[in-house]
């Protein structure tokens, strides 16, 4: 066997077998293969190789990098023509794969074509319709595929020129796979620098952005980092971002671009690439603007400004496009997938650090607006956190207190502020409204402070707590309100009522014991003079009562409302204005119902007696046609409950809350059908709360209204 073997070996007309010549040949390729030259070079190394094993008249090497571009090395063809062969000759081994169940297994098979013009039994029909397309001479041709760990074929080795494979032998087809299987080694070591040289560059891209991204706020300079960074990430001739807004699409930064070809690009943009990038979400890759772009009008404005290679990558935050990221290049640059992904990831992170930018502008420009309303405030305001540290003091503070700007409340404690405000006149008692209440953290205080440095004031202040969108307390802001001007318009108001009381008391009261006297003289009169003379009295009261409520209200908002407090049984003085005003009108029912056992209450009884004197007159007045008046006194929880029922002319429910302010009428015209003031509810309540109580309305207009308000019950 062995003789037959080295008989083929050495056959006249075949290459003569020198096992040093292929051993050497060989290690050549092995050692070109692990010198990390230069792939041409060492595929060079390679197609020697495999000519000096085989003997070929012509040699071809491929290999297909780890982007797929197809490399090519052989002596005997011209580029073009290698390139045609070596990538048409890959697609049929690839298509072979497809198509057989046990391509992928023959890992080590050669291809043999001893003669494309022979249709011979059992030989591979791809590989033999190929040879007449690519116009080889009718030889025998080898073909030894580069198929890597995975199966792919990453490459071939294709020996042409050989008369027969008979002729090759045994020794020079294990030689030529021995070939190939060190080939496709170095091919994927290749393959696996190239992906960590490209996962190294992304990383250090990534890192590139982190740290040119991350580090602003400012739009402005996030954006000029970005169109900077695309030079050092990718190369780039030029780079620049559009963003959008409402009257179409805007140039933010750029960097080597003409400001003419960015103008033509902001129009552009908003008639075209925007509606791209809406439908693609992805980026958008032009290889040569020269034969590919947009439009014809953005193929020629890439021209004038000598762009060849365009990448448009979209700014996306929540599934939303707001602008888009282009990168130039002036000659033509491949992008691999890896590389675009690249550009997608950098663009993810500049859109996160446009999004953060866009929210710290928008903060800063409500702290500005925020800042300009609290400096204009008419109000002193101060805000401490829950340490009790001062974090902010207004301008209108610093006046209230006579401080200059320098005193630098903020970083002081509350502590601190209390005894400033001491310093400057305030009792000790009114400066407690500063200090958080342990017992009630979340309680609003309200005081008025008094300060005689460095001149008199009277401040309304109000310490409220401040809770976040959790509800949680993060500090109180206390409002300082100057109240000076109230105070002295105030004590003008109170002399003034106080003289008008006493020039009217007077001349009143004598008109009144007057037409008493003439009233209980037994005397025979004309009934129009008994009228008049009752007309008189009655008018009388109603001065006097206006004038004593005049006083009240003064007294009241002076928080000085006088109460004289007992334990009263509040059946007995229900009764008693129920009998009192039964009889004012001969076409109303006044009527008192009792719910449960009553218990006593707290109550000054003649201010008691005049709430409820007040809205039962009320209740009379506002029910012109007639009817039934209700007084009800009932047991609640803790409380007693008076109410006045009537079923007039009712009150619409905006009004139920402002029928108790001071002077408030619902008909306030000159031609109303009913008089008063407008003091009457408004004392009702002031009484009521003095007592610690509460009083409300409920009304339907045209049915009537219920008057109620609850007093607090004693404790057995």
Known sequence: MRNNEAQQENAPGGPFLNEGLITAALWRAAQACSSGAAISGWLARVEQAARDITGARLVLVTAADDDQTIITSSADLPPDESALLAGSLMQVLRIRDLSSATGRTERDRLFMLENANAARKGEDILLRELVPQLRLPPSAALIAPLRATDGQIVGLILTQGIETHRVLGVKRMQALQVLAFQTT???????????????????????????HLAAPLELEAILESMVEAAEQVFGADGASIYLGQREGVRCAASRGISKAYLQRAEQLGSESFWDTMRSTKGPIYFADLSTEAFDASHREMARQEGIRSMVLVPLIWEDTIFGGFAIYHRSVRPYSYDEMELAQTFTEHAAVAVHRARIYKAAQRTRSNLEAVINSMSDGLLVYDRQGVIILANPRLYDMFGLDKSAKLEHSHIRDFARLAQTKGASTSATAVYIEPDSEPLARQHSIVELKHPEIRYLEVVNQPVMNRSNDLIGRAIFHHDITRERDSQRVKDEFLSMLSHELRTPLTSIKGYAQILLRRPVSRPESDVRALQAIDVQTDKMLRLIEDLLTVSRTEKGRIPLQLERMDPVGLVQSVVDHLGGISPRHEVVLEITGSIPRVSADSRRLRDVLINLVENAIKYSPDGGRVITQIANGSGEVTFSVTDFGIGIPESSWSRVFDEFYQLDSSNSRRFGGVGLGLHICKLIVEAHGGRIWVRSVPGEGSV??????????
């Open 707 to 716: 008057f109620s308000f609850a007093l607090p019950a004693c404790a057995d």
């Open 185 to 211: 080694l170095s091919i994927e070591g290749r393959h696996l620098r190239q992906r960590s040289d490209t996962f190294c560059k992304r990383m250090e891209a990534i890192r590139y952005a982190v740290d």
